[in-house]
Structures are given as structure tokens and as C-alpha cells.
T-cell receptor
Framework: GAVVSQHPSRVICKSGTSVKIECRSL??????MFWYRQFPKQSLMLMAT?????????EQGVEKDKFLINHASLTLSTLTVTSAHPEDSSFYIC???????????????FGPGTRLTVL | AQSVTQLGSHVSVSEGALVLLRCNYS??????LFWYVQYPNQGLQLLLK??????LVKGINGFEAEFKKSETSFHLTKPSAHMSDAAEYFC????????????FGQGTRLTINP
């Protein structure tokens, strides 16, 4: 149980284009999803927190107009990197947490990550 | 504000030896503590977590961790290392239970020598 998938696993794009990354909770309803960014050999940095049906809450220093987050359903959240540039190249990881009222734990379950390379 | 410090960015042990990965935290309220493992080019997998109750927590793959409030520590141990344990390990803290954001340590890369 508590499986989270991400698609695509790898993406290479040209500078100036937009890229969409999907995060899905496969076997539970994710009331909250988180998006992280990880640079090589570094820890995870939280970018934003999204609750289903609400606008995402962005961490300080994260450009909301550049990193568009949508959490339209209880099983899907998307991160769109708009007008991507080489400095946006990174490993993006999502996590999902279930509904406590529904008996699920508050633990975050992580997706396998998406490697974005912007040329 | 919460913070996590993992002592040692790189730990190397021999196969069969004790694994000890250190984690100290700072929190103004009773913390919720987690250990995650990350294999190359993959996401994070939960090893174990401490919420309340018993301070010695057992996780998957033979790992365990002990919450010591007086030392503000949550060190991860495994009695006998296996080659498959080679990975990056992250300690994390949260101050509120239930889908609240995690603060991660910088990670410790564990290498197992044959």
C-alpha cells in the first residue's frame, strides 16, 4: 500500500519550453501533496505544499509563476516548470499524504522522482 | 524553527559490521522523527518513524532507531551491514503530525565494503 508514482521519470527539454510532471497516489487518496527539489549530492528542499482543491503554498524563494502546481483530484498533482532554463535542471520528487480522518497515517510517501535536464 | 543535523556526510563500514548513522534535531515542541533511504536515481523510502510511545523504533530491513529526548538524538542503527544497504540516508523532523512539512538533514551516504 501507499504507492506514489511520477511521470515521466526522465525528461530532456530545450531552454524556454514548459515541462509538466505528474504525481499520482495509486492506492490511497492524497489530501496533501508536496513537491521537492534535490540537487546532486544534496538534501531535499521543499518547494510547495498543495491540498486538493486549493492553491498551493510555496516556500520562500520559490517562484509560483515559474513552478505551477495543480492538485485537482485526490490522486493527482502536477508540477509545470514554465519557460525552463538550464538552472532548473534538477531531480524533482513529490510526496503524498493520506487523509487522517479516513484512517490513513500522516506519513509522507514519496514518488520515484523525475530527472529534468534543460539544454 | 526546526532543524536536523546528520553527523558525517559519508560513512563507510565493512559487510557484517555495525551501522550507526547519527541524527540530532532541534525542535521547540515534541518532534516527530523519520528516517528515509534513497537509492540512486530513486525517490525516498520510509525506513521507520517515531511519533509517540516506545522510544526504540524498529523499521524495515533490520534497521532501528532510538529517540533520546535528553540528547535530542535519533540515531539509526543496524547490527550487521549488508551490501544492499549502500544508499543515501536522510533523517527528517516534523513538528506536527499529519501531512505537515518535513525538514530534512543533509543526508549520509553509506558505503559497504566487502
Amino acid at each position: 500500500g501507499a504507492v506514489v508514482s511520477q511521470h515521466p521519470s526522465r525528461v530532456i527539454c530545450k531552454s524556454g519550453t514548459s515541462v509538466k510532471i505528474e504525481c499520482r497516489s495509486l492506492d490511497f487518496q492524497a489530501t496533501t501533496m508536496f513537491w521537492y527539489r534535490q540537487f546532486p549530492k544534496q538534501s531535499l528542499m521543499l518547494m510547495a505544499t498543495s491540498n486538493e482543491g486549493s492553491k498551493a503554498t510555496y516556500e520562500q524563494g520559490v517562484e509560483k509563476d515559474k513552478f505551477l502546481i495543480n492538485h485537482a483530484s485526490l490522486t493527482l498533482s502536477t508540477l509545470t516548470v514554465t519557460s525552463a532554463h538550464p538552472e532548473d535542471s534538477s531531480f524533482y520528487i513529490c510526496s503524498a499524504s493520506g487523509d487522517l480522518a479516513g484512517g490513513l497515517s500522516g506519513t509522507q510517501y514519496f514518488g520515484p522522482g523525475t530527472r529534468l535536464t534543460v539544454l | 524553527a526546526q532543524s536536523v543535523t546528520q553527523l558525517g556526510s559519508h560513512v563507510s563500514v565493512s559487510e557484517g559490521a555495525l551501522v550507526l548513522l547519527r541524527c540530532n534535531y532541534s525542535s521547540s515542541v515534541p518532534p516527530y522523527l523519520f528516517w528515509y533511504v534513497q537509492y540512486p536515481n530513486q525517490g525516498l523510502q520510509l525506513l521507520l518513524k517515531y511519533t509517540t510511545g516506545a522510544t526504540l523504533v524498529k523499521g524495515i530491513n533490520g534497521f532501528e532507531a532510538e529517540f533520546k529526548k535528553s540528547e535530542t538524538s535519533f540515531h539509526l542503527t543496524k547490527p550487521s551491514a549488508h551490501m544492499s544497504d549502500a544508499a543515501e540516508y536522510f533523517c527528517a523532523v516534523s513538528d506536527v503530525w499529519g501531512a505537515q512539512k518535513l525538514v530534512f538533514g543533509q543526508g549520509t551516504r553509506l558505503t559497504i565494503n566487502p
